[in-house]
Each structure stands twice: as structure tokens, then as C-alpha cells.
């Protein structure tokens, strides 16, 4: 309820931009959710998650701009995007399979950077990807002929395109959500965490860890196809500077501070990491006011309070804002063994 | 007891660059008995587990479990014919629930994929509740009784032990293999993890059992095979390995004929 009317509070309370940054925030909810896939359920770390992202946003692109003259509808490119990215996501995963930890943090990492320098170098001899001018003029989503690309007035109001996108985005983070849910109540969510604790233990009862990693690699990446997709057709532009490094490891920020392997907590962490910087823009207006001019930079702050930020999660919450279930018990019986083990040194002492 | 044999390791080598760790190693494990694996440290008794089960490949030989070849294929594939096993440092996913490990176990034998996890369609529901419901029955086989919830890393260390052996069994193996199954415990536990053993061979379980307890192999085990430095140097009833004179010296170290006793 409140999520269908959330939109036009924030549209009439802050103004139009923030219904804007509601819709980032879904988008990143998407990303999170689906990296949270590949971290949190099965402990895989991919540092280059942003290039499925990218490669849904590409192949949107390409099939739905002036860039090949072709005109494609969304619900076609979506998920042929989102397959791709699928696709990718085995490419990926197949070689690093015997990597584990920091070795695979490092091949993931290449091959984000991989995919970003080809999609920035790529419109020469054939231009493919239009180089870093990016694509532009990208089709905005179209549902039975009303094109989500102009503003509807009615009532006298007027609603930017950016809300009908609040909904389209809701509603495939809500089908997210729910898959990502079903799936860690399942055999093969089991199956995930059992690879995450233990591999040579989870061979051992049976689970094809090839296939299950495989499985988790892909599913992950589909998210960030259908996520990139999404994105290009709501900017309407798209370049290889949207798809860096830091992208990915914002997206990775979001499930570490929400809580791994947690779907609210990755929700929780995706919506602070897109609204807080957002929300730090109103310091440089505060400053105008008091002080007359902008003493500190609120884009060089965001950085400041970000690493702060983290290191006091680091202290405080290690293991999220809201952490799983296991992840708090194993947190919290931590120091009930402790305890326990302190009774027991008195109990010998009496 | 039926004298068919089940699992039948011929001829296995295993070589770590020059080091030979199993010598031709040849064993013959009967349906239906406790066969004992022993010998002292280093002797290549997990080497040999390892072999079988997969996680090593072999140098040469064959194993055959009730006639059908194990060697190349892959850990999770032997599981499914029928093979399971224990580790010797205990390793539960230690952050999962005790009930949740033994579900775990039950993978090879339940088929729901993505579509059927997200769906959740009847079939899955009840091949869930199915799940649970073996799993449950089978913590309480080994005499888990309420510990479910608890995370299996906070288990005490005797049920830990049980625990894998829970799990290992959910996989419906018809040979269960045991690294050191009751290493550390106290007499008590160890006699009651006897009698799970006994308890498991009357179920219809071949147990092959990896043991130091000399007296635990020697009072369950129907034969007991002994390696040392990757060869096995003794096979037979636990009363006649004990009388062996290569045992004797491989535990004792061997006086050579004739000299002065000191």
C-alpha cells in the first residue's frame, strides 16, 4: 500500500527529482538481490557483477535504438537481455569453478573490467558499441501502444515518465524478491549453502557443485541483465561510464551492510546506499544558507561518511543491519559459548 | 550375513609426485559386515578413503562398488551409487542447522530444480515435507533428539560426530565409510557409538570403519584389514590380525631375531 502511493508523497513532499531516486533505488534493489544470489547464498564473491548489468543495458541497446535502426519491443528484449546475461554468467563462472575467496574476487574483477574496456573500444573497425559516447536515444518501454518515454497530464497534473517506471520497476523487484526468496527455501538453496560452508563436504553428500555454482553464476547474472535492461530503457542513454568498477562494489556494499544472505537486509543496505548520498545533497544547500558559501563538498563527504560508515558496521554490526537468521545466531552464540565457558570455569571453582 | 561382496578395491596405487601413499592396495568388503581399516599414523588410511570416495583420483586400480566401476568419477556421482562417508576432522556446514544438515543429505535423493523452487508447485511440497521428515527421524536414529535448531558448529563434539553420520546416511548409502568416527570421545560415547554401529549393520548398512580404538575394531568388526607405509600387510578376523607378527611389528617396531634383550 504504502509502496503504491510512495511515488506521489515523495513526488509532492520533495519534488519530482526524488521519485527519480525511488527508481534507482529499485534498480539497485534488483542488482543486490540478485548479487546476493551468487555472494550471500552461495559465498561466491564476484567483483565484476556490474558487466551483466552492462550486458543487459547493451543488448537493450542494440536491439531497441536508432544505433541498428532496429525497434524491438521490451518485453522481447528484456529477457533476451536477462538471458544473456545468463549466458555470460556461465561463461564466467565455468573457468573460475576450481577458484575460490580472493582468487575468484580477482578474475571476477578482470572480467567486469573486461567487459566495460571492450564496450568502451568497440566502435572501431565496427562500431558496435558507439565507444564511450555511449548509445543514446534509446526507446523507453511501451505497454499496448502508451509509451512510458512522455509525461501524462492529467487533472491538470503533470507525471514524468519517472513514475510509471516506479511501478514497471516495482513489479519486477517484487517477482525478485519472491524468486530469491523461494529459492533459499529450497534444495537448491540448501544445496547453495552447503557449497558456501563446506565444498569438499557438500561433493560429499551428493550435490554437483559444478552445476550448483554454475546454476548460481547464472541466476545472478539473469538479475543484472534484467536490471541493465531496465536501466537503459528508462535513461535512454547509456555508456561504459555507468558500468565501472565502483559500480560493483557499491552493489556489494549494499549486501554487506544490509546483512548477507538476507533478503531484507540487501533491500535495507540498497535503499540506504542510494538514498544517503542522495539525502547529502541538502548539506550543500544547508551550507549556502548558514555559512553564505559550500565549505565542504557534499560529493567529497559521501565518500567520507561511506568509509566511515563501513568501518563502524565493521565494529558494531559485523554482520549486517539485519542479518540472516544463521549469521546472527552464529554472531550471537559466539558469545554464548564464551559465557558459557566462563560458568563453567566458576562452576568448577564453587 | 551374505558372503556377496559389495565393494571391491583392487590393485590401488596412489603416487604424490614420487611418494607412493597406497601400494597396490587390494580390500574385499562383504555386504552386510563391519570391515576395520587400520594401521598406525601415515599409513594411507584416508589416502585410501579419499581414493574411493573420489576426492583423489587413482594412479591405477579399480574400485568397484557391488560391480560397477568408481574410479573417474566424480565425488557427488559415488554418493548417488550408494557410497557415503564421515570425515576424520569433522566437517558439517557449521552454520547451517543440525536439521538442516541432514537435509542437505537427502540432495541426491530428491530431484526439485529452479522451476520447482520457485513454483512450488505439490510435487515439491511434498518432496520438501519429505525431506524433513527423513531428516528428522533420522536425527533421532542416532539419538539427536531435539537438536534441530541448534547450528551444528555449536553441537557438542560426540554429537557432531553423530550429526555427519546423519547426514551420510540421509544419502541412503548401502556402504557407509567411517574416518575415525569415535577419535576423542569418552568410553561411554565410544560404546555407544558401537552400538549405532551394530544397530546400523542389522538396518542392512555395510560399514567400513577407519579406527584406532583397538579394542572397539577388534570387539565389532567381522574382519579387519591392516595397512602400513600404503600396503596393507595383514586381512582377516580381528583374533587372527591381532596375532600377526608384520602387525605386531608395524605397531611395536620389529626385534630383529637374535638380538640381546636389554
Known amino acids: ?350 | 550375513m551374505s558372503t556377496a561382496s559389495l565393494l571391491q578395491v583392487s590393485c590401488v596405487t596412489k603416487r604424490f609426485g614420487g611418494l607412493a601413499a597406497l601400494e597396490e592396495v587390494s580390500l574385499d568388503v562383504r555386504a552386510g559386515e563391519i570391515y576395520g581399516l587400520i594401521g598406525p599414523n601415515g599409513a594411507g588410511k584416508t589416502t585410501l578413503f579419499n581414493c574411493m570416495t573420489g576426492l583423489y583420483s587413482l594412479t591405477s586400480g579399480a574400485v568397484k562398488l557391488a560391480g560397477a566401476p568408481l574410479q573417474g568419477l566424480k565425488p557427488h556421482q559415488i554418493v548417488k551409487c550408494g557410497f557415503a562417508r564421515t570425515f576424520q576432522n569433522i566437517r558439517l556446514f557449521a552454520n547451517m542447522t543440525a536439521l538442516e544438515n541432514v537435509m542437505v543429505g537427502r540432495h541426491p535423493r530428491s530431484r526439485a530444480g529452479i522451476l520447482g523452487a520457485v513454483l512450488r508447485g505439490r510435487g515439491t511440497r511434498a518432496e520438501e515435507a519429505d525431506i524433513r521428515d527423513q531428516a528428522r527421524s533420522l536425527m533421532d536414529y542416532v539419538g539427536l533428539h531435539n537438536k534441530g535448531r541448534t547450528l551444528a558448529g555449536h553441537l557438542a563434539y560426540g554429537d557432531q560426530r553423530r550429526l555427519e553420520i546423519a547426514r551420510a546416511l540421509a544419502t541412503e548409502p548401502k556402504l557407509l565409510a567411517l574416518d575415525e568416527p569415535v577419535a576423542g570421545m569418552n568410553p561411554s560415547e565410544r560404546r555407544q557409538m558401537g552400538e549405532l554401529f551394530l544397530r546400523l549393520r542389522a538396518g542392512g548398512v555395510t560399514l567400513l570403519l577407519i579406527e584406532h580404538d583397538v579394542k572397539l575394531v577388534m570387539g565389532l568388526c567381522d574382519r579387519v584389514a591392516v595397512l602400513d607405509y600404503g600396503r596393507k600387510i595383514a586381512e582377516g578376523d580381528a583374533a587372527s590380525v591381532q596375532r600377526d607378527a608384520a602387525v605386531i611389528a608395524a605397531y611395536l617396531g620389529s626385534t630383529p631375531v637374535g638380538a640381546a634383550p636389554t
Open chain 1, 1 to 350: 500500500m504504502l509502496l503504491a502511493i510512495l511515488p506521489f508523497l515523495m513526488g509532492f513532499g520533495l519534488g519530482n527529482a526524488w521519485v527519480r531516486v525511488l527508481d534507482f533505488v529499485l534498480l539497485y534493489v534488483l542488482l543486490a538481490i540478485g548479487l546476493n544470489i551468487v555472494v550471500g547464498y552461495a559465498g561466491l564473491l564476484d567483483l565484476g557483477y556490474i558487466a551483466f548489468y552492462a550486458l543487459g543495458a547493451y543488448l537493450y541497446a542494440w536491439l531497441a535504438s536508432p544505433h541498428f535502426g532496429l525497434h524491438l519491443p521490451f518485453w522481447l528484449v528484456l529477457p533476451l537481455g536477462a538471458m544473456l546475461a545468463g549466458l555470460f554468467g556461465v561463461l564466467l563462472g565455468a573457468p573460475t569453478l576450481r577458484l575460490r575467496g580472493d582468487y575468484l574476487a580477482i578474475v571476477t574483477l578482470g572480467f567486469g573490467e573486461i567487459i566495460r574496456i571492450f564496450m568502451n573500444n568497440l566502435n572501431a573497425p565496427f562500431n558496435l558499441t558507439n565507444g564511450p559516447q555511449g548509445m543514446n536515444l534509446i526507446d523507453p518501454v511501451s505497454i499496448a501502444g502508451f509509451s512510458f518515454g512522455k509525461p501524462l497530464h492529467v487533472f491538470g497534473m503533470t507525471f514524468p515518465p519517472t513514475y510509471f517506471y516506479y511501478y514497471l520497476f516495482l513489479a519486477f523487484t517484487l517477482l525478485a524478491i519472491f524468486v530469491a526468496l523461494r529459492l533459499q527455501d529450497s534444495r537448491i538453496g540448501r544445496a547453495w549453502a552447503a557449497i558456501r560452508e563446506d565444498e569438499i563436504a557438500a561433493a560429499a553428500m551428493g550435490i554437483n557443485t559444478r552445476n550448483m555454482k554454475l546454476l548460481a553464476f547464472a541466476m545472478g547474472a539473469t538479475f543484472g541483465g534484467l536490471a541493465g535492461g531496465l536501466f537503459a530503457a528508462f535513461q535512454g542513454f547509456i555508456s561504459p561510464e555507468s558500468f565501472n568498477l565502483w559500480e560493483s562494489i557499491l552493489v556489494l556494499c549494499m549486501i554487506v551492510l544490509g546483512g548477507m544472505g538476507n533478503i531484507p537486509g540487501v533491500i535495507l543496505g540498497a535503499v540506504l546506499l542510494t538514498v544517503i548520498p542522495e539525502a547529502l545533497r541538502y548539506l550543500g544547500d544547508l551550507q549556502r544558507a548558514t555559512l553564505g558559501h559550500v565549505a565542504v563538498d557534499p560529493a567529497d563527504l559521501r565518500m567520507l561518511l561511506f568509509g566511515v560508515a563501513l568501518v563502524a558496521m565493521m565494529l558494531f554490526r559485523p554482520a549486517g543491519l539485519l542479518p540472516s537468521h544463521q549469521r546472527k545466531r552464529e554472531f550471537a552464540a559466539e558469545d554464548g559459548v564464551a559465557e558459557q565457558e566462563q560458568a563453567n570455569l566458576y562452576d568448577t571453582r564453587a
